[in-house]
């Protein structure tokens, strides 16, 4: 980053924060891709997206504000000649900057630095995000990650018994009284959709209880009066008042009921006992 009497006057400890080693690479996107509304299997990339060649930003090693520029050279009339920086629309509004080579230094240096780089967390944020740094190694972990996740999920719903498959539907909510092929199914498309979401439900020890306390409710084994948030026998005898401010989550705050005192865990053994009848 070349220093002169106007621009780059940042601390060396700044600087350092974007050195490149030798041969290493550094990918930046243009920011706001979105998907070509004419073919919405395609991306909607500028032709060419410009990068303002000057910025203030704050130095925070200085604790003051300093202007940059992508100087490329000065003439001796203190002429600046600067870099220019596009993205371009036949490069997937990717640019690659690799260690090792002057002018990617250069060019990097400032694109670390300036505040239209989304990925920058001292940023001025009232200033328009034009890119943003591309971590290549972490974007294909998670992306593996992903992908192994959801082979994992759909899998697990594969080799799930009848049994299984009921008591993860009910714990869901849903009716578990259809035929196993169909709640299969509907437990498949969650793993397929939300393969996260589904390896919480099955890795839930508690999921079996959960699947119990919907079931009873739905056999008016216990009743819900949402007016009242409260659970209650059939008599109209109080189980558990809920509270209004758990987002609505009754079954959850039943649940650790159940399982955090000894009066619950009785409360339970008489749900599982009544809902087998």
């Known amino acids: 980053m070349k220093r002169t009497e106007l621009y780059n006057k940042v601390s060396p400890e700044l600087l350092a924060k974007t050195r490149l080693k030798p041969r290493e690479q550094v990918v930046y996107r243009v920011a706001d891709i979105q998907p070509n509304p004419m073919d919405p299997t395609k991306w909607a990339i500028p032709a060419a997206r410009n990068v303002p060649i000057t910025d203030e930003i704050w130095d925070e090693f200085k604790q003051e504000y300093v202007s940059i520029g992508a100087v490329r050279s000065v003439s001796a009339d203190g002429t600046h000649a600067f870099h220019d920086i596009y993205f371009?629309?036949?490069?997937?509004?990717?640019?690659?900057?690799?260690g090792g080579r002057a002018v990617d230094q250069d060019i990097h240096a400032y694109l670390m630095l300036c505040?239209?780089?989304?990925?920058?967390?001292?940023?001025?944020?009232s200033k328009e995000i034009i890119f943003e740094l591309v971590d290549e190694g972490a974007k294909s972990e998670k992306e593996r990650r992903s992908r192994n996740t959801k082979r994992e999920a759909l899998n697990a719903a594969a080799d799930l018994?009848?049994?299984e498959?009921?008591?993860?539907?009910?714990?869901?909510?849903?009716?578990?009284?259809?035929?196993?092929?169909?709640?299969?199914?509907?437990?498949e498309e969650m793993a397929d959709n939300d393969p996260e979401g589904f390896m919480?439900?099955?890795n839930n020890k508690q999921a079996a209880m959960k699947a119990t306390i919907?079931?009873?409710i739905n056999k008016g084994v216990i009743n819900f009066e949402a007016e009242q948030s409260r659970f209650t026998w059939p008599n109209g005898e109080v189980i558990l008042v809920v509270s209004r401010t758990t987002g609505g989550d009754h079954i959850?705050?039943?649940?650790?009921?159940?399982?955090?005192?000894?009066?619950?865990?009785?409360v339970f053994q008489t749900i599982q006992s009544k809902s087998k009848k």
């Open 88 to 98: 371009f629309g036949n490069q997937a509004g990717h640019m690659i900057l690799y």
């Open 115 to 125: 505040n239209y780089n989304g990925s920058n967390p001292n940023r001025d944020a």
């Open 161 to 163: 018994s009848a049994d």
């Open 165 to 187: 498959v009921r008591n993860y539907i009910a714990a869901l909510g849903q009716d578990d009284t259809g035929k196993v092929d169909i709640l299969r199914n509907r437990l």
């Open 200 to 202: 919480e439900l099955i």
């Open 214 to 216: 919907n079931r009873a």
């Open 252 to 266: 959850e705050e039943l649940l650790g009921y159940c399982v955090g005192s000894p009066k619950g865990e009785k």
